[in-house]
């Protein structure tokens, strides 16, 4: 019998961690554990959470973001009494259906395999909230019992917790922003293609609004740009695990091409952009990694007050 926890990071979300909750406990196949790590939510989710401590595993926490609160969580499900043998990882603003993990379970091929559920508009459109290949709407995959070698991680992912022990935690110094690419590219490292999006678990989720950088977006309410700049090298450099030139040579690219989209569609506060720009990229390549939220946003702060 497989034993699989499912590990769910909240913040400030407590209406929405009440329906993936919910749909949890309702899955027809059963979780051993259901682990919810609360980054410091101030909404009332860890009054709420402590009236369901009989049903659910808590982990409440100072607001480490994404990346540290499914290294909590998978560290907690690692060293857990109970053995699981996998864990299945989630945002709270999404939800399974209540099918979800059962038509993942025919899909685990070998001791390494990592699944992901099909991931559509929470509106119920049949939109992919992200893209697979050239697949947009789920009436395209009728015929796609399996997507190979793609994941949409942190979103309905089945993780064996033997490749857990293999390539280690997330890295709970990104925050937000990157750390579900760099530890995709790191499962990928290992087992290459043995990875598959299974269209008949559905897992929904808000579709994106679009790229940020597409837009003129604003400091205070988009801090979270310095993690998205500053944690892009990390990712290149576990994609090219073996070739750093050409890990740097991707990011440099990168810096250039925001740089234009930033000309072109972004100009208002233009030259403080830039300044935020170069203290993430200082930072990335100083291997500066203990800036949090409240770091951010108090230097964004000063920044505009210059």
Same mark, same amino acid.
């Given at each position: 019998m497989k034993k699989i926890a499912a590990i769910v990071v909240t913040f400030n979300r407590l209406t929405t961690l009440r329906v993936v909750i919910s749909k949890l406990q309702n899955q027809t196949f059963p979780l051993s554990e259901i682990i919810i790590v609360n980054n410091g939510s101030t909404? @009332?989710?860890?009054?709420?959470?402590?009236?369901?401590k009989e049903q659910l595993t808590i982990i409440n926490q100072q607001?480490?973001?994404g990346s540290g609160g499914f290294y909590s969580g998978i560290k907690y499900a690692l060293e857990s009494s109970q053995n699981h043998n996998y864990v299945w990882l989630m945002d709270d603003d999404g939800h399974p259906d209540d099918s979800a993990l059962e038509e993942l379970i025919p899909h685990l091929k070998t001791k390494s395999t990592v699944l992901n559920s099909l991931v559509l508009d929470i509106l119920k459109t049949g939109d992919l909230v992200f893209s697979a290949f050239s697949f947009k709407h789920q009436s395209e995959l009728k015929n796609a019992p399996t997507i190979q070698g793609m994941l949409f991680p942190f979103n309905g992912t089945l993780i064996p917790l033997s490749l857990v022990k293999r390539i280690g935690l997330p890295i709970p110094e990104m925050f937000i922003w990157g750390d579900e690419s760099e530890y995709y590219f790191r499962m990928k490292?290992?087992? @290459?293609n043995d990875m598959y999006i299974i269209p008949s678990s559905i897992f929904y989720h808000p579709k994106n609004n679009g790229r940020f950088y597409q837009?003129?977006?604003s400091l205070l309410k988009d801090w979270q740009v310095y993690f998205f700049v500053r944690n892009k090298q990390i990712v290149y450099l576990t994609k090219y695990r073996n070739n750093k030139f050409m890990a740097v040579f991707h990011y440099l690219?990168?810096?250039l091409a925001l740089l234009a989209y930033t000309v072109c569609f972004s100009r208002s506060n233009f030259l403080k952009k830039l300044i935020l720009y170069k203290t993430a990229i200082s930072h990335s390549f100083e291997k500066q990694l203990a800036w949090k939220a409240t770091d951010v946003k108090k230097y964004?702060?000063?920044l505009l007050l210059s």
């Open positions: 909404d @009332g989710t860890q009054e709420w959470l402590s009236s369901k607001n480490t973001g490292n290992v087992i @290459g837009k003129n977006w690219v990168f810096i964004i702060n000063n």
